[in-house]
């Protein structure tokens, strides 16, 4: 029987029928014929390349043998060795209008031809491209697809016709590099019938970013050579085009398409083409037209040099083409081109765009940490003794410069843009509907990096003020103990003394000197925080509620609570609903908040005002994306904001004395009294100190500022390890990003891991990416070899600056006196002012009365830089707290990471998933998976039970949905863009969408319900049934992870 099943295989092959081949093929599984049908794909790929047509789609079934198609289109792309570029050719009209005849004449094959419904579906035939022609039109081989004729009299009875018309079109326009669409002149009922259906199928090719080809070729002109006289008919189908096309973008809610122009380059001359009947006559007796034939071929003709000279769409090989294929039937019969079509070569376009855009904006990031680390050092270098004004236009300078820096950064990402879309692979034209996105991304950029180093800069500022201040009341210190210094120098030479003794005249006299040194003052910084709070309000008309405020720091210590006065009216008859949904959201805010202060007061320094303008920007931001979700009022902003400015306040006194603790003169100067003692009692017993002073030099002067420069440059050199490491595909894209922190979640299968995933997803995601680093760090000494690697640099780059400073202007040595040593010095601070900053006072303090000359104090300084590299060495090699570590980095690489991947941070208002999307100025939101939406507390207001079912399923229901947005109304999910215009949410009806979400909520659902205090979902018995493994999948599948 199987035997006898082969035969009829290549009859059928032969006579285009080839239905029974993929059942065929399907009985590989019985592995009592899957020896007798694995060669099937192999004969049929040899059949194509002898000439034969392969059907594509099943005109009988209205389906696509996807198995089938693959398998012997696969074989065929093994057997010619990979080369296998295609240019797809299709051609679409009404039944008997000569399409196949037409495709006959031009390529000379043999499609049948005969009146009526003779050809059923789609069938395609491969014509092997000559080597001279190869690389002229860029493919392999031309691929012709002849259709069934649409509007067939066979279907016009069915109910489903118009459907069925409508999905061919889609199907083949949508595969197809050159749609020429047949019409027959003599029907123009029929003509305007044909044109309603390809003007639908080519907008929603405009929208996922095809761009085919089109020509119309009109047959059955009666003169060829009336051309020009044709133009009023010409006009006359453009006209019906743009009418068609009006009414299509009508249907598909695309109102700014007014023109067939808008959807295709279409040029009323170059795109029609009129053709006589292919009879001179009456047939069967008449003979063949010349006209016709001679017609057909300079379409041809110049369709071919359309192709030579049209290289901007890329041209696929066969895996792609299948790859396209199967995402096209896929939304072709789901009907999901009204809102999407992310399938998965449109996926893999956009991701792979994504991570080239990112590796521009690290680069661009870089460059300008770089500049300003350089800035800020240029700073703190500038001249002690200058007057307050001279730093306000340094600054102010450096903004300019920043300024210029970052337009000419962010001209050249958009010169890479471009340049990008200029390519002819990658599908760049798949996403052509994306570059105004990540131009906009690119702009919001810019101005975020602005903000960001304007800050920087101010705050750097600060601190100069503040060491300036600092420096002041140690120089004045520092003269008073100098000079009692060698006054009771002078007392003790006279008497014969014990170093127990000295020890006890110094003590006395330092007691005395250092009693009463001033600090810095502290500031009120809870007034600050109000202050900048106040002014976030300003023109609010709630000012009078804050003038009441006199202390934050009281302020925020009990939990927050959310109240009925926090919502408009209209949403309290679902206060029992939503009361518990508002407080979550406000705890996330406040923990958000929270961390987002923590973070600052790790880092080295003092409160600046600018951290409560971030903040309370951080807070308006939240507040801004989930306004039309709790419609909360002034009252709820302001009480929020005082809670979580009374919680800011009281941790950034914390930093403010921390910061006026570690600068207390008071500390300084006890820092330098063993320094001082030994300075004395050197200079009592007239000892050489050379080496002594060399030492304490470098400790004091040079190591902190070593470990500064360390400590400066380590942030990024973390961030570039991390992303040229065998990790750096998890921070490639934002999607990938996604799988496998959902893929973690699952393996760990903790519930409180879901919950803060789910309900603070920005919290997760930075402790996530915290302890990925920690742990990359702590691989083979990572963090260790990375500060090693920068202190090599800074060593070699001070010993080659010893050198040159030993030096005068003339290139001699310098003379070997103790004046030389200042000389030596000064020399040194202008070398490495642009590397790292050496304190003035820290310098004279360590070598007050230095007693060596020039050249020794050289000597034993090379040594004891030697020796500083050694004790670095080795205090990297022990240290093990690379928390602490990552915390103090002024450029933290956590948060250079976290940027990478957060996008804009908006959530579905159905399902809370987050967003996507690249940056955060994209004109739609988008995720690939999405949650029951019971995840995202959404619950059946008159079961109280979890809703279990999906919005991606919702949205392709009759099913309604209501919240404060609504106004407490039932609105159809179908019609969600009318209150969430912004989210694209694919409609998808079918069971192929992920297991992941539901096997999470099946295996949490009473926790769930417990946790949102709701009832458990109801789910169906089929998500009971999906395991653990299957989930996985289902999550690798929605992501395209191979």
């Not at 895996?319 to 009907?335: C, D, G």
């Not at 999550?1035 to 395209?1040: C, E, H, Y």
Request: hydrophobic share 35%; proline share 3%; with cysteine.
């Amino acid at each position: 029987m199987l035997k006898i099943r082969v035969n009829n295989f290549k009859i059928c092959f032969k006579s285009q029928r080839n239905g029974e081949k993929s059942q065929i093929l399907s009985l590989k599984e019985h592995t009592e014929t899957a020896d007798q049908t694995t060669h099937l794909p192999g004969v049929a790929a040899e059949m194509l390349l002898d000439g034969y047509p392969l059907e594509l789609l099943d005109g009988d079934v209205s389906n696509v043998p996807e198995r089938w198609v693959t398998d012997v289109l696969m074989e065929l792309h093994r057997k010619v060795g990979e080369q296998s570029r295609l240019l797809v050719l299709t051609v679409l009209g009404v039944q008997s209008t000569g399409k196949s005849t037409l495709l006959n004449t031009m390529f000379s094959v043999q499609f049948p031809v005969s009146s009526g419904r003779c050809t059923r579906g789609a069938y395609m035939l491969f014509l092997k491209v000559g080597e001279d022609l190869k690389s002229d039109l860029n493919c392999d081989f031309v691929v012709l697809i002849d259709t069934e004729g649409l509007k067939s009299p066979d279907l016009a009875q069915l109910e489903d016709s118009y459907e069925h018309d409508n999905q061919l079109a889609t199907f083949v326009i949508g595969l197809s590099d050159v749609t020429i669409i047949n019409i027959a002149m003599e029907n123009l009922t029929e003509m305007k019938d044909v044109l309603q259906i390809t003007a639908h199928a080519f907008l929603r090719m405009k929208q996922i970013g095809k761009k085919p080809v089109c020509h119309f070729v009109h047959q059955n002109v009666a003169g060829v050579s009336a051309h020009a006289k044709t133009m009023i008919e010409r006009k006359h189908i453009l006209d019906q085009l743009n009418e068609m096309i009006q009414l299509a973008a009508e249907m598909e809610r695309q109102p700014s398409i007014k023109a067939f122009t808008d959807v295709l380059d279409y040029d009323i001359e170059r795109n029609n083409w009129n053709i006589p009947g292919l009879w001179h006559g009456t047939p069967p007796m008449a003979p063949v037209s010349i006209g016709y034939s001679e017609a057909v071929a300079d379409f041809k003709q110049n369709l071919l040099d359309t192709v030579k000279s049209d290289r901007t769409n890329e041209v696929s090989k066969i895996p792609e083409f299948l790859e396209w294929m199967k995402s096209l039937w896929k939304a072709v019969k789901y009907e999901n081109f009204i809102f999407s079509f992310r399938n998965t070569l449109v996926a893999h376009a956009y991701d792979n765009l994504w991570k080239e855009f990112s590796q521009w904006e690290w680069d661009f990031r870089k460059e300008i940490l770089s500049w300003q680390n350089k800035a800020k050092l240029e700073i703190l270098n500038a001249d002690n003794e200058a007057e307050m004004e001279t730093w306000n236009r340094l600054v102010a300078s450096k903004k300019g410069e920043v300024s210029d820096k970052i337009t000419d950064q962010q001209t050249k990402i958009k010169e890479k843009l471009s340049d990008y879309y200029r390519k002819k692979d990658r599908h760049v034209n798949l996403i052509e509907k994306y570059k105004a996105d990540f131009i906009n991304n690119i702009n919001s950029l810019a101005n975020e990096i602005q903000h960001s180093v304007s800050n920087k800069l101010d705050c750097v500022l600060e601190q100069k003020i503040s060491s300036k201040k600092v420096q002041d009341i140690q120089r004045e210190y520092r003269a008073v103990i100098e000079k009692r210094v060698m006054k009771l120098l002078s007392d003790c030479k006279e008497s014969t003394l014990t170093d127990e003794q000295l020890t006890h005249q110094f003590e006395k006299m330092w007691n005395g000197a250092t009693v009463n040194v001033s600090g810095l003052k502290e500031r009120d910084i809870a007034a600050c925080v109000l202050k900048q709070l106040r002014k976030n309000f300003l023109n609010r008309n709630v000012n009078k509620e804050l003038q009441k405020i006199k202390d934050l720091s009281k302020i925020g210590m009990d939990p927050f609570k959310t109240r009925r006065y926090h919502v408009d009216s209209y949403v309290e008859q679902f206060q029992n609903w939503w009361n518990g949904d508002l407080q979550s959201f406000a705890d996330s805010v406040i923990d958000t908040s929270t961390k987002f202060v923590l973070d600052k007061t790790k880092a080295n320094g003092d409160y600046h005002d600018s951290f409560t303008r971030d903040l309370l920007k951080k807070i308006d931001e939240s507040l801004q994306q989930n306004y039309r979700h709790y419609k909360t009022n002034s009252q709820f902003e302001i009480e929020l904001k005082l809670h979580i400015c009374g919680i800011a306040s009281r941790e950034f006194l914390k930093m403010h004395k921390k910061f006026l603790s570690e600068n207390d003169p008071q500390t300084q100067l006890e820092k330098y009294k063993t320094q001082y003692l030994s300075d004395f009692l050197d200079l009592y017993k007239q000892k050489d100190d050379c080496q002594r002073k060399a030492t304490a030099f470098v400790q004091l002067c040079i190591k902190p500022a070593v470990e500064e420069y360390i400590s400066r440059s380590l942030g990024v050199d973390i961030v570039d390890e991390i992303l040229t490491s065998c990790h750096s595909a998890e921070y490639s894209s934002r999607s990938f990003f996604q799988y496998n922190i959902q893929k973690e979640l699952l393996k760990k299968e903790d519930f409180e891991s879901f919950v803060k995933y789910i309900g603070n997803y920005e919290i997760y995601v930075k402790d996530w990416i915290f302890q990925h680093i920690l742990k990359k760090m702590a691989e083979d000494k990572t963090l260790c070899k990375l500060k090693n690697k920068n202190l090599q640099v800074i060593v070699k780059k001070i010993t080659d600056v010893i050198a040159q400073a030993s030096k005068g202007e003339d290139g001699a040595l310098l003379p070997d006196n103790k004046e030389s040593i200042t000389e030596l010095i000064s020399n040194m601070r202008k070398y490495l002012i642009k590397d790292i900053s050496l304190s003035v006072e820290d310098e004279k303090t360590t070598l007050f009365q230095i007693q060596s000359t020039c050249h020794p104090f050289i000597k034993s300084l090379k040594i004891s830089i030697e020796n500083l590299k050694e004790q670095l060495q080795e205090e990297f090699t022990n240290s093990e707290d690379i928390t602490e570590t990552l915390n103090k980095l002024p450029d933290k690489p956590q948060d250079e990471l976290f940027k990478r991947v957060i996008g804009c941070g908006h959530q579905c208002p159905f399902c809370k998933v987050p967003c996507e999307a690249g940056g955060k100025e994209h004109k739609q939101h988008h995720a690939t998976i999405h949650r029951p939406q019971g995840l995202g507390r959404y619950r059946n207001t008159a079961t109280k039970q979890l809703v279990e079912t999906l919005c991606t399923t919702d949205v392709h229901s009759e099913r309604k949905f209501l919240n404060a947005e609504t106004k407490g109304e039932y609105h159809p999910y179908k019609e969600y863009t009318k209150y969430y215009p912004d989210w694209l949410i694919p409609p998808d009806n079918t069971i192929e969408a992920s297991d992941y979400w539901k096997y999470v909520l099946v295996q949490y659902n009473d926790r769930f319900a417990q946790e949102y205090k709701a009832k458990p979902a109801d789910a169906p018995e089929a998500w009971r049934r999906i395991t653990k493994e299957e989930a996985l999948k289902g999550l690798k599948d929605a992501f395209n992870i191979k």
